[in-house]
């Protein structure tokens, strides 16, 4: 036994944001960390005045050899929505709590509501879905018009920590749903429902009991205006698994992107349609970011972006308008408005066939998919170019590549999956940078003409022979 001095504790006041946790020195009316006005309120906490009592105990389970440790309680449960056991390494592993964010409207009810229906199906232990924000006669609703009725999945409305734990004692499901962990309070803890203190108490409490009770568990969060988790970010250290739920509300395309993932890989990300009969895997989802032309349309290129560990085929398209007097305008939509401004300055500057330094240049992808990586900066210059020369680019050409200031073709990664996918698609020509050809990538995707480019200029004569050849 160690030991050392016993400890008196003393109260003192300070000041914690309710809505991201910072502590100010002092009172002030908006946080300087998450720019919450009103959001800072007075609290007494208690801090040991000198050492606390440490003594050793027997443990409850003793230490065992790795090798004797089972894994079967670890196993992953498939949820039977493909694409979400894609993102999740094969399904929901006993136990685990996952937390799934998005914004308001995206659809997470709608994915968790066919989730535990699909689960009270084809695990053989109910599921339970606990709503906050909804009464059952609404969530009943949604599940008529999403087919998901079923005996084993049980509803409840509660905002109630307590009795949500009732709820587990009755029911005893494999799955608890909770939609949404901030509208739920903990009995004795301070604070308002969603606030620091009690969705940190909320979601411990949670994690304890789907541990010891092996209950997969999804907790919907909120999302901040920055899109972050709302609340502590010890939240995102509690769970096992954290998601995110994306997609643009004028789009039909959503997308479950894992950031943290505890039980397999935290890069791999979901593809789902939202339509009127609910929400829907899309094992295939390359086709939504084409546009298929009858014949070559100039300002449009196909580039492949890597969205996690997929690889999906898209098309950009830009628009170079008019001569204007002042400031052209640049808009983008789905694109890095910064790494646009910098390709139309390599193209103007490395090229000498471009004047747009006083034209308006209007670029997008198609499909409503976001690119954020720099692979896609040579597609981005090929359309701009393909749209100032008025050059149709030919419609079975894909360029890949990272364009530098000094307008170099730079090295992109899994050059070799983007291939083969632009391939499976019926592409025959790919443009991509040096060493990223068949010696690099392990052989070209049969049919497919490999040509490495090494800087904007050759790449341009390159477009304009492969378009050349299909007139």
């Known amino acids: 036994m160690t030991t050392s001095r016993s400890s008196a504790k003393a109260p003192r006041t ?10 100010p020195p002092k009172w002030v009316g908006r946080c300087s960390e998450c720019g919450e006005w009103g959001s800072v309120i007075e609290s007494t906490v208690t801090v040991p005045v000198s050492g606390r009592v440490v003594s050793s105990r027997m443990p409850a389970e003793p230490a065992r050899p790795i090798a004797q440790i089972s894994a079967a309680p670890a196993r992953a449960v498939a949820t039977g929505v493909g694409e979400l056991d894609r993102v999740l390494g094969g399904g929901l592993v006993p136990g685990a709590v996952v937390l799934l964010a998005g914004e308001p409207g995206v659809g997470k009810s709608t994915l968790l509501l066919d989730v535990a229906q699909q689960w009270a199906v084809g695990s053989g232990t109910p599921s339970l879905v606990v709503s906050g924000e909804e009464s059952v006669s609404q969530v009943r609703l949604r599940a008529e018009r999403l087919g998901a009725l079923h005996e084993k999945l049980y509803l409840a409305s509660e905002n109630d920590l307590g009795t949500v734990i009732g709820h587990l004692d009755a029911v005893r499901p494999g799955l608890l749903v909770l939609d949404s962990v901030q509208t739920v309070s903990a ?32 907790l919907v969060g909120h999302v901040t205006k920055d899109g972050q988790v709302a609340g502590p970010r010890v939240l995102e250290h509690l769970v096992d698994v954290v998601l995110h739920f994306e997609g643009d509300k004028h789009s039909s395309l959503r997308l479950v992107r894992g950031v943290k993932n505890r039980f397999g890989a935290a890069d791999e990300v979901g593809c789902f349609e939202m339509h009127e009969g609910g929400i829907t895997s899309l094992p295939d989802p390359s086709g939504l970011f084409l546009t298929r032309y009858l014949e070559p349309v100039p300002g449009t290129c196909v580039t492949v972006a890597m969205e996690g560990r997929r690889a999906l085929v898209t098309e950009v398209q830009a628009l170079i308008g008019a ?14 408005s910064a790494r646009l401004a910098m390709v139309l300055a390599v193209l103007e500057r490395r090229t000498k066939q471009l004047k747009l330094y006083n034209r308006e240049v209007f670029a997008a992808t198609v499909g409503g998919i976001r690119l954020t990586e720099p692979s896609a900066d040579l597609a981005m210059a090929l359309a701009v170019a393909s749209g ?15 364009v530098g200031l000094t307008g170099e073709i730079r090295r992109v990664g899994a050059v070799g999956r983007r291939l083969s996918e632009a391939a499976r698609l ?5 443009l991509v940078p040096p060493g990223c050809g068949p010696d690099g990538t392990g052989g070209a995707p049969k049919g497919m003409e490999i040509v490495e480019v090494g800087n904007l200029q050759a790449a341009l004569q390159s477009a304009a022979r492969a378009s050349a050849a299909t007139q």
């Open 388 to 402: 100032g020369l008025d050059l149709a680019m030919a419609p079975h050409l894909v360029a890949i590549g990272e």
């Open 187 to 218: 009995p004795g803890t301070e604070g308002v429902p969603g606030g620091v203190t009690q969705v940190r108490a909320v979601t411990a409490a949670l994690v304890a009991i789907a541990k010891e009770r092996g209950i997969a568990t999804v």
């Open 14 to 23: 300070a000041y914690v944001c309710d809505a991201c946790g910072h502590q």
């Open 323 to 336: 001569e204007v007097q002042g400031s052209p305008r640049r808009t983008v939509s789905g694109l890095d």
């Open 426 to 430: 019926g592409f025959k020509v790919a």
